[in-house]
């Protein structure tokens, strides 16, 4: 397996504009995570999913922000407007499971997110 | 995927010693911890876990100790190498997950 995925590594935008990040998670993981890190904030969690479907998005810092995971294979998170605030790097991690053994989370290489 | 930058703790060792890591956490109704470790360019990578039932566990080279008493917990690399170069950090989680700033480990040939 290639590991979990992320696009676009890099992503430069203007205020104002939205912005989407993509993620596959290894296959056959039933739980997917959005990160975001900071050099202020460090890494935070922004949401999570169980075979598709939120479970906690209670991270997620505004309405502006938003995640969705039609498929197993498969999730977004979107960001709209996007501000300069939102500059970071965004890491998304798939596991097994959420607690028990294989709960170990894999991250992906992360997409550096500046809006300018 | 740079973690951080200039405010992160610091630890320099020479090759070879042993480094001691360590991490406070702040709920202690926190049942279960991950160390990570995180190198330039790269996402976190799981290191070793550890339940709140267990007070240490033990893995290839690494070592994470845990006091409740205290909401301290500590992840220990025997004979670092310079790989072993990175940032680390704690997370704890009960319900949700989160994570400590983080320290950076500097290996020195």
């Known amino acids: 397996d290639a590991g979990v995925i992320q696009s676009p590594r890099h992503e430069v935008t203007e205020m104002g504009q939205e912005v989407t990040l993509r993620c596959k998670p290894i296959?056959?993981?039933?739980?997917l995570f959005w990160y975001r890190q900071t050099m202020m904030r460090g890494l935070e969690l922004l949401i999570y999913?169980?075979?598709?479907?939120?479970?906690?998005d209670s991270g997620m810092p505004e309405d502006r922000f938003s995640a969705k995971m039609p498929n197993a294979s498969f999730s977004t998170l979107k960001i709209q407007p996007s501000e300069p605030r939102d500059s970071a790097v965004y890491f998304c991690?798939?596991?097994?499971?959420?607690?028990?053994?294989?709960?170990?989370?894999?991250f992906g290489p992360g997409t550096r997110l500046t809006v300018l | 995927g740079e973690s951080v930058g200039l405010h992160l703790p610091t630890l320099s060792v020479q090759e070879g010693d042993n480094s001691i890591i360590n991490c406070a956490y702040s709920?202690?109704?926190?049942?279960?911890f991950i160390w990570y470790k995180q190198e330039s360019g790269k996402g976190p990578q799981f290191i070793i876990d550890?339940?709140?039932?267990?007070d240490k566990r033990q893995g290839q080279r690494v070592t994470v100790l845990l006091n409740k008493t205290v909401k301290h917990l500590s992840l220990q690399i025997a004979a670092t190498q310079p790989g072993d170069s990175a940032v680390y950090f704690c997370?704890?989680?009960?319900?949700?997950?989160?994570f400590g700033a983080g320290t950076r480990l500097t290996v020195k040939p």
């Open positions: 296959s056959g993981h039933d739980y």
């Open positions: 550890i339940r709140s039932n267990m």
């Open positions: 991690a798939s596991s097994l499971e959420i607690s028990g053994r294989d709960n170990e989370q894999f």
């Open positions: 709920n202690s109704a926190s049942d279960y």
């Open positions: 997370a704890e989680i009960s319900g949700d997950m989160r």
């Open positions: 999913f169980n075979n598709n479907v939120p479970i906690d």
